[in-house]
């Protein structure tokens, strides 16, 4: 494999050795694993968590803090609890016990009223009124339209580069130009793409991406008390836009609607929390994340410009190399025990996602990023085609090029809480890679990230071509 490395300078955690045998609890000590998780939110970290998540997989493959969390950092510990129905959500339940008077809060109702709080019967009934519309085939059937959305602000995206100031005219590419791709394309193409899955008017993308970006905070782990506010707000916002807009009849709210009349909190739950929250705030990420992993690997970018077929594992590689969630909290229902540690009922716990997908005992040479890691046996993706026409979505990594293959990635879930939005996310980032490939000879990116310890976004991406 060509294979090119990401150097970051280690992140200084003495205080946080190897256990000492196996999957035992070893001597890590429990404040120094809190200030780690706390470093998680630094501007240094925003950037690069890689050197902190390293080090707490290299502690242990399961951790405790000095508050009494576990941490789950290896990739069959996180794999193993994902797909395990007996760590559940933090649910409204949970929450009652541990954080009085949350419900006060509108966008913590409307996390914990959608498929990231809930569990069991109410789990399973809001998914089914929500995965006709997201399944694999349904969002293929949006490809054209989506795709003429995506050309639409790739072309926009073009003409800011020829515009700018520094453009080096005349030059059709605006080569030596710079623009924001976060504003122009990352931060638009998946509130659009909600407007044409929901039915909803497309003048409407810059308010939900709007409220997307305030309600994520609630999903944060240990938001602020001035976010959770921002939180609330937009979330008393979209609660009336929701309750009054008027969306077109082959849409997904419309049909919710049918099938749920006399249950908006419902519908409020499943389009707020689980696809405006989820499906804007880490396709936006991702968006921005495999253009600015090309750019810091040209070789990697054309590789998949000389074979249109890498794109898909590309995508792939991107959500193993720089997941948009870096976490995701679940609780023990039953009784246990966890790497050595005890595990009581209502055990919260950690999974670090990220730490997971540099974990050497999954993935061979994990900091090297390899667009072909994942990919899939050209005959089946082939029956798809490539750029607008269809990256195939074959399953990926079916017959490595070096014997076994990699395990999936774990970025949307295992199990019951697998992400119903996966194959949307896919598509849009497929078709954004594909088509600016093909616009765009070679470009250079500057990220600027947003606060956050687990959710990952762009306040700015500028790219110069």
Known sequence: MALRTLGTAPWKAASLPRPRSGDGPGDHDPAAVSRALFELGSAACRRDPHPVLNALREAGPVLRTREGLLVATSHAVVSRLLADPSWAMIDAGWRDGVTPGWQDNGALRIIHGSLLGLDGPDHARHRRLTIGALTRAAVERLRPRLAGIVDRLLDEFVDALRAAPNSADPNPAGVGAAADFHRLV???????????????????????????????????????????RAAAEQADVLTRYLRTVQAAPDGLLAELRRQAPDHLDDIVGLVGGTVVVAGWETTTFSLGDVVSLLARFPDQAERVRQDPYLVRSAVEEMLRFEPPVLAVMRRATAAGELGGEEVAVGQPALLLIGAAHRDPAAFPEPEYFDVSRFEAGRAEVGRAGVGHAGVGHAELGRAGAEGAPPPRALTFGRGAHLCVGMHLNRLEVELVLAGLLERLPVWSAEGVYAPGRILRSFSSLTLRC
Request: proline share 7%; hydrophobic share 50%; charged share 15%.
């Open 186 to 228: 990352a931060a638009r193409l998946p509130a659009l793409a909600l407007c044409a899955l929901f039915g909803l008017p497309e003048s409407d993308h810059g308010f939900l991406a709007a409220c997307a970006r305030e309600l994520a905070y609630a999903h944060e782990f240990g938001p602020s008390r001035a976010q959770l």
